[in-house]
């Protein structure tokens, strides 16, 4: 009997990669190339829009000629992308207007700042998010004063949007919502643009892509550019397709991903919690849109965690691999009197100082690579600890589990710390490199009926390793708040 998948396009801020996700959940062989990203400046962060969608078709074919090898009929596609980074093009000739802007471009930080004093409050009511340091609208704004192009050519649009384009041969032109989400200017209750700041940025509203359901109709996919035409049946954010991966079906469950740095979110329900904006770095999202129907989700990020061990073994050269880092501690006690903070890219969650810089305390010649390989795990576990315990805050429940997976989650010493730290069980998922692969996938498959619904297609994972807390609920209260004295003693 001929198997039927999903052709599955994750294009993330350094690489993009494909695969085919079977009805038995499970992914076929991932099909990846690396994307450029461009510093000009320090504060500019650019890729080249025309790659990204070079490199996502390559991919893109791989798979297909894998599935066509391998006797496995593509019945649909999903596509799942970096958010944030926006991008402007010709609808005549489908080239960019200028370099793509990538989410991590700060150049207008400190206008922005400026603005937050007034915008603050109603964009947190309306959109579950602040002002902050990036405007993708503001950029277009001023892209569109320099161009001089005809509002009638132009195209504008996040990574999603512009793939889609592309690849439905030009026929859909739209942005899922999970995507503008994290544009900015995206009303949660409202699944629409916030129209006076969008005015006030100074961009022309009729020139903002429309939302859709992230399963909603992304057209067709073209057959002259993939050799296929199906259904391009989910389209999502990448982060709230690891949501769904790593199963945060219910309110209150939640996921870690760690890659250079650490998204913590966790799935809410139906309405936005109350009180958003009391704690610094906690967003309120579209966890995913389905049948016009929102379910909503937190999330707090950790700046520094893989980058805090590639500045050890890269740039510092005191430790070999992250994985010397992980054995050293396993044998090593957690330290009393020795800390380590690993703000070295600032600090967002509790409170948000950009200009915070990293500690390490308590040394003496007593110190080995075995202390410091613990105290720094334990640090990123404590940072992490941080954005949990400001998750739980926020949404008024307890976290009742926690998935995690990418490159740091194949450390026992840190899960077992987040975990003790957290006071949570953190669950090691068998497969996180494909996790936001799949989670669109997943979407896109019960919309077309390969699973009766996403609990059906997550329940084909395997179970994956279970650390539970070991410390004592009054221990945990001590050292967690001997932890915020050092925090605090750091930001002084």
């Not at 999903?6 to 695969?19: F, K, M, N």
């Not at 690396?34 to 893109?60: F, G, K, M, Y």
């Not at 799942?80 to 010709?90: M, V």
């Not at 494909?434 to 059906?456: C, E, F, I």
């Amino acid at each position: 009997m001929t198997r039927r998948g999903i052709l599955a396009v994750d294009e993330g801020s350094t690489g993009t990669r494909a695969a085919v996700v079977g009805e038995d959940g499970v992914c076929g062989p991932s099909f990846y190339t690396a994307i450029d990203v461009v510093h000009p400046e320090p504060s500019r962060v650019e890729q080249d829009a025309e790659q990204l969608l070079r490199h996502t078709v390559d991919v893109a074919r791989q798979a297909v000629a894998w599935a066509r090898e391998n006797d496995v009929e593509i019945v649909g596609m999903s596509v799942c992308t970096q958010r944030a980074t926006a991008i402007l093009w010709d609808r005549e000739t489908g080239r960019p207007l200028a370099p793509a802007v990538v989410w991590q471009d700060t150049r207008y930080a400190a206008e922005l700042a400026k603005l937050a004093p007034d915008w603050d409050p109603v964009l947190w009511a309306g959109t579950g998010r602040p002002v902050g340091t990036r405007a993708p609208f503001l950029w277009a704004a001023r892209q569109l004063d320099q161009l001089g192009v005809p509002a009638d050519r132009v195209l504008f649009g996040s990574v999603d949007t512009w793939l889609v384009w592309h690849l439905s041969g030009r026929e859909r032109y739209a942005i899922s919502a999970t995507n503008a989400v994290a544009f900015g200017g995206y009303r949660l209750r409202e699944h629409a643009w916030d129209q006076e700041w969008l005015e006030r940025l100074g961009f022309p509203v009729e020139l903002a892509p429309p939302p859709l359901d992230d399963d909603g109709d992304f057209g067709y996919t073209d057959p002259d550019l993939l050799g296929i035409r199906v259904p391009i049946a989910a389209v999502m954010g990448d982060q709230h397709a690891s949501l769904i991966a790593l199963g945060a079906l219910t309110p209150g469950q939640g996921t870690c991903v760690h890659g250079t740095g650490t998204f913590v979110g966790a799935l809410v329900g139906d309405e936005p919690p109350d009180g958003l904006g009391e704690l610094d770095g906690v967003l309120c999202l579209v966890g995913w849109r389905s049948a016009g129907h929102s379910r909503f989700s937190l999330e707090a990020y950790t700046s520094t965690t893989g980058s805090a061990l590639r500045w050890l073994t890269e740039d510092l050269g005191l430790f070999g691999s992250a994985a010397e880092i992980s054995a050293l501690a396993a044998a090593q006690p957690s330290s009393e009197t020795t800390w380590f903070v690993p703000t070295l890219a600032g600090l967002r969650t509790p409170v948000l100082r950009p200009d915070a810089r990293g500690l390490l305390v308590g040394l003496s010649l007593a110190t080995t690579r075995e202390v410091l390989a613990r105290v720094v795990l334990d640090g990123i576990a404590h940072a992490v600890s941080d954005t949990v315990d400001a998750l739980r805050a926020t949404m008024k429940r307890p976290m009742t589990h926690l998935r995690a997976g990418g490159g740091l989650a194949a450390s026992d010493a840190l899960l077992q710390s987040q975990a003790d730290f957290a006071g949570v069980p953190i669950e090691r998922v068998a497969d996180s490199a494909t996790a936001s692969l799949r989670g669109a996938a997943y979407l896109a498959g019960t919309r077309l009926g390969l699973w009766p619904s996403l609990g059906d297609a997550v329940g084909h994972q395997k179970p994956g390793e279970v650390f539970e807390p070991r410390l004592p609920e009054d221990d945990r209260r001590e050292l967690r708040a001997r932890w915020q004295d050092v925090l605090a003693t750091s930001l002084s």
